[in-house]
C-alpha cells in the first residue's frame, strides 16, 4: 500500500519512523516550507523535513495547498492512503485523491479538544486522562469518523510538553494500527458524538498572561498546560516573567499575586483560594532557572507583587 505522508513538527517523527520501519512504502513526505526560527530568525526546516531528507524521500513543501499543482504532484505518486499527523487542514481535493482516502492523527480523545492546540487545552483544563485518536478527514476539521483511539492517565503534575511526548510515541503505534486495519479491511469507523465535542483553539500571547485572581488549582493546570510552550507569564518590575513550573503550596487563600514566603529555594504566591509555590521560571532577558538559582540575584520579599 503506496502511502503519502504530511507532518511538521517533532510530534509527527514517532508516526513516520514507525511506518518506515515496519516497511510500508512511503512515496513521499508533504511539510511546511522552511521559515525563519529563533531569535536569529536562521531559515530552517520542519523536524519531519530533517528526518525525511535522512531516509532520502521524497519531500513536497507546497505553500497552497489548493494550488492545482499541489494536486497533480500527489496524484502522480498515486497514493492509496494519505496519513497526517500534526499538519495543515487539507481541503477536499487533496484528501480525496487516494483510494483507500486520508485519516488524521489527533492528540485528544475526539470529539474532545478538537482544534490546534488539544494537549494544552487537556492539561489546562484539570483533565485526568486524555489519548489519541485516529479518524477519517473530511470538510468540518476534526470531525470525521473515528478509526482507533487510546487514552492515557494525565499526572497531577505533568506539563503539556512532557505529556506531547508521551502522545507522540503512543500516537505512532496507533498510527501504525490504524494502517494495519485499512490495508486488511477490517477498520470499522464509528460516528463522533456531536453533544460530547468540546474546542481547543489556538493559544495567542495574551492568553497566557496568568490571572491571579483564579484559584490556585486553576493557576497551576494553566502553567504547566502551557509549559515549555507557549508558556504562561506574569510580570516583574516591569519585565514578563515566564513560568515554566509550579507546585500548590497551601488550601490558605491570600491576596492575589503577592509573595507570602520567600526561602533560599521557595517562592510562594498568593491566590484565590490558595497559594501557588514557583518552581521554575525565566525573567525576560534571562534563561530559564530552577527558583533557587533565581532567587540568589533577586531579593524579594513577603508583600512584594507579581503580575503589576
Not at 523535513?49 to 494550488?67: S, T, V, W, Y
Not at 489519548?131 to 470538510?139: A, D, I, K, S, W
Not at 456531536?194 to 493559544?203: N, V
Request: charged share 20%; glycine share 8%.
Amino acid at each position: 500500500m503506496r502511502i503519502l505522508f504530511m507532518g511538521t513538527p517533532e510530534f509527527a517523527v514517532p508516526s513516520l519512523k514507525i511506518l518506515l520501519d515496519q516497511g510500508y512504502p512511503v512515496v513521499s513526505v508533504v511539510t511546511t516550507p522552511d521559515k525563519p526560527q529563533g531569535r536569529g530568525q536562521r531559515v530552517a526546516a520542519s523536524a519531519i523535513k530533517e528526518f525525511a531528507a535522512n531516509r532520502h524521500l521524497p519531500i513536497l513543501q507546497p505553500g497552497d495547498l489548493k494550488d492545482p499543482v499541489f494536486a497533480s504532484a500527489l496524484t502522480e505518486f498515486r497514493p492509496d492512503l494519505i496519513v497526517v499527523v500534526a499538519f495543515r487542514i487539507l481541503p477536499p481535493e487533496i484528501f480525496k485523491i487516494p483510494r483507500r482516502g486520508a485519516f488524521n492523527l489527533h492528540a485528544s480523545l475526539l470529539p474532545r479538544y478538537r482544534g490546534a492546540a488539544p494537549i494544552n487545552w487537556a492539561v489546562m483544563s484539570g483533565e485526568e486522562q486524555t489519548g489519541v485518536t485516529t479518524f477519517f478527514l473530511q470538510e468540518r476539521v476534526d470531525t470525521g469518523s473515528i478509526l482507533f483511539q487510546e487514552s492515557v492517565r494525565i499526572g497531577p503534575n505533568e506539563t503539556a510538553g512532557e505529556l506531547h511526548d508521551r502522545l507522540s510515541l503512543l500516537g505512532a503505534e496507533v498510527v501504525l494500527k490504524t494502517v494495519r486495519a485499512i490495508e486488511s479491511g477490517t477498520a470499522s469507523p464509528v460516528l463522533q458524538d456531536e453533544s460530547m465535542a468540546s474546542r481547543a483553539p489556538k493559544i495567542f500571547k495574551e492568553d497566557c498572561r496568568i490571572n491571579w485572581s483564579t484559584g490556585a488549582v486553576h493557576i497551576h493546570n494553566f502553567v504547566r498546560g502551557l509549559s515549555p510552550v507557549p508558556c504562561a507569564w506574569t510580570t516583574y518590575q516591569g519585565k514578563m516573567l515566564r513560568i515554566y513550573r509550579t507546585a500548590l503550596a497551601g488550601t490558605a487563600g491570600d491576596d492575589p499575586g503577592i509573595i507570602t514566603d520567600v526561602r533560599p529555594d521557595s517562592l510562594v504566591i498568593g491566590a484565590s483560594g490558595g497559594q501557588v509555590s514557583l518552581e521554575e521560571l525565566q525573567l525576560e532577558g534571562r534563561k530559564r532557572m530552577t527558583i533557587a538559582e533565581f532567587l540568589r540575584g533577586h531579593h524579594l520579599r513577603p508583600g512584594d507583587r507579581l503580575g503589576d
